[in-house]
C-alpha cells in the first residue's frame, strides 16, 4: 500500500515528509479512539488504555524495527514509497546504499525511544502545571512548580513513622523534586525541540538542506523516493518473509 505525492526526481517534496511525520500521531489516536469504543462492551481492553503510552511504544517499536530491517524506512516513509540511504555510503560511492546496522538500531530510537520520554516529559509537566493552577484557584496546600523552590533547600513536611514509612518519605520527596525540575526545565526543552524542527523543515522547504530534521543529519541519512526496483523487490521481500510456505510450494512442486 503506497502513496505517491507528486514531485519529480528522487528527493521527496515537503509535503510528503511532513505527512509521513504526523502518520504515526494520526495512527495512535484512531488507535486509541477504537479502543475506547470497543472497551464498551469489552472492559479488560481498560486495562490496554490504562497503559496507553506504553502499549503504543510497543506497537510502534514493533512496527518500526521490521520496517526499517525490511525497507531501509520507517512505517510512516515505507508506506510513501520512500527510503533511506546513507549519505556515507554515496560519499564512498558504494554499490550498496542500504543503512548501516548502526543507523537503524539509532534510527529505532529517534523514531520510538525520544518521542516515547519526551511524551512522558509532557504528561509529567501538564499534571505540576495543573497542580499549580489548582493552588492559585483554591489555595490547595499543595506546592506548584517554580524556581525558587527547588533552591530553597525547603522540604516538605512528612509524617515521620517507622523506618519503612521513613523510605517512603524519602522516595516521595525524590519523587516530587524530579517532577519539579523536569516542569521547570521542560518548557525550555520543547520550545528548543519546536524550534530545531521548524529550522530545519523550513530550511527543507527551500531546498537549501537535504535533512528534514536534526535526527537524520545526525545519524547521516537522507530521505529519497524509492526507484521501481527497489519497490518490487521490497515486496517481494516481505512476501517472502509472511508466506514462506507458499514460497517453498512454488519452489518445488
Known amino acids: 500500500m503506497l502513496f505517491q505525492v507528486g514531485g519529480d526526481g528522487t528527493r521527496p517534496t515537503f509535503f510528503e515528509m511532513a505527512a509521513a511525520q504526523q502518520l504515526p500521531s494520526s495512527l495512535r489516536a ?4 477504537s479502543l475506547g469504543v470497543f472497551a464498551l462492551r469489552r472492559s ?8 496507553e503510552d506504553e502499549f503504543f511504544a510497543s506497537l510502534i517499536l514493533v512496527l518500526e524495527g521490521h520496517s526499517l530491517r525490511t525497507t531501509d524506512a520507517s512505517f510512516a516513509e515505507s508506506l510513501y514509497g520512500l527510503k533511506r540511504k546513507s549519505v556515507r555510503l554515496r560519499l564512498r560511492l558504494s554499490k550498496g546504499s542500504g543503512l548501516e546496522k548502526r543507523q537503524r538500531i539509532l534510527s529505532v530510537v529517534f523514531l ?7 511524551s512522558k516529559l509532557h504528561a509529567i509537566y501538564n499534571k505540576e502545571r495543573e497542580a499549580r493552577l489548582r493552588e492559585s484557584l483554591w489555595g490547595a496546600e499543595e506546592q506548584g512548580f517554580d524556581e525558587d523552590y527547588l533552591f530553597s533547600g525547603e522540604e516538605p513536611v512528612v509524617s515521620r513513622g517507622d523506618s519503612g514509612n521513613q523510605e517512603l518519605s524519602v522516595r516521595v520527596k525524590l519523587a516530587t523534586r524530579i517532577k519539579k525540575v523536569i516542569a521547570v526545565c521542560y518548557p525550555w526543552m520543547h520550545a528548543s525541540s519546536d524550534g530545531l524542527s521548524f529550522t530545519y523543515q523550513l530550511l527543507y522547504l527551500l531546498d537549501a538542506t537535504g535533512f528534514y530534521s536534526l535526527g ?8 529519497c523516493r524509492a526507484t521501481g526496483q527497489e519497490l518490487v523487490s521490497t515486496f517481494f521481500l516481505i512476501f517472502l518473509e509472511f508466506s514462506p510456505r507458499h514460497y517453498s510450494s512454488l519452489a518445488c512442486p
Open 30 to 33: 484512531a488507535l486509541t479512539y
Open 44 to 51: 479488560f481492553l481498560h486495562r490496554i488504555l490504562d497503559y
Open 112 to 118: 520510538v525511544v525520544l518521542p516515547s520520554f519526551k
Open 216 to 223: 537524520l543529519q545526525a545519524l547521516g541519512v537522507q530521505v
